[in-house]
């Protein structure tokens, strides 16, 4: 005999669905960082703490939504029990990185900011520094951190620019004790890095609080479908108005149109 209500059974099963599918996404935007990122056949354990993070998360988000697929499909308390569990965890984890993250995002530009000039000038910062530098202005097409300036009297290859393809986007400047004259990049590097790590910030905390919100939503299905289970003959009551009014007439009233003897 069917326990739970099969409309809500539908409307579960879709919302597990689109939970599968979101930790596909996270899987597949995994895959694509770890695509991108991999410079000069670097090795992926070399920066590797936050794309293991996305796969195990990934693949977590798709077994809890079988999970609960499966409990409402079998109507098993166990299995939905297990759910409700993780749904908790879950909403209290995402609001608990998401809220902080979000805080701190007006202050990034501020922190990132502090960080790279303490790197200046690259021209005497650490090799580690300048090969980040030169993979930086040849990915971005741009110079120097903040400034060509930033290099000093030794700008290397990497800021060096073609006119004659890239157009606008070069400038002619003068460096070295000897004048010398040479076609560079226009733009510096920070600004247009940080754009794309206010996006990768912005689309995390977008993935963080759509996490959060169906982990309630999923807490408030499994406890209805649960409380069914467990109450099979009970309707589930969300919400029930106090019979505090009567609409019966007051008693004055009744005393005044009483009929007379």
Known sequence: MTQINPGLKRVFTIFNILFAIIGGIIIGLALIA???????????????????????????????????????????KPALIVFLVCMVIGSLVMLRVGIPTAAARPQLYGILEEKFQKALPLDEASEDVKNLADALQT???????FSYKDWRQEIPESCDCNPKVMGSEC????????????????QPCFPILMTYVQLVVDITLGVVFTLAILALLGLIFSSIMIHQMRFPNRPT???????????APPKYQELHNAPPY
């Not at 670097?42 to 798709?62: P, S, W």
């Not at 990915?139 to 951190?145: E, N, V």
């Not at 400038?171 to 226009?186: A, C, N, Q, T």
Request: with cysteine; glycine share 8%; aromatic share 10%.
């Open 34 to 76: 770890q695509i991108f990122t991999n410079f000069e056949g670097q090795a992926i354990e070399d920066r590797t703490a936050g794309l293991i993070a996305l796969y195990v998360f990934g693949a977590i988000t798709m077994v809890i939504a079988l999970v609960g697929a499966y409990g409402a499909h079998r109507e098993s």
């Open 139 to 145: 990915q971005m097409h741009c110079c120097g951190l």
């Open 171 to 186: 400038r002619r400047v003068d460096y070295s004790v000897l004048m010398l004259s040479k076609s560079i990049y226009s």
């Open 237 to 247: 009551v969300l919400l029930s108005v106090p019979t505090i009014f009567s609409t």
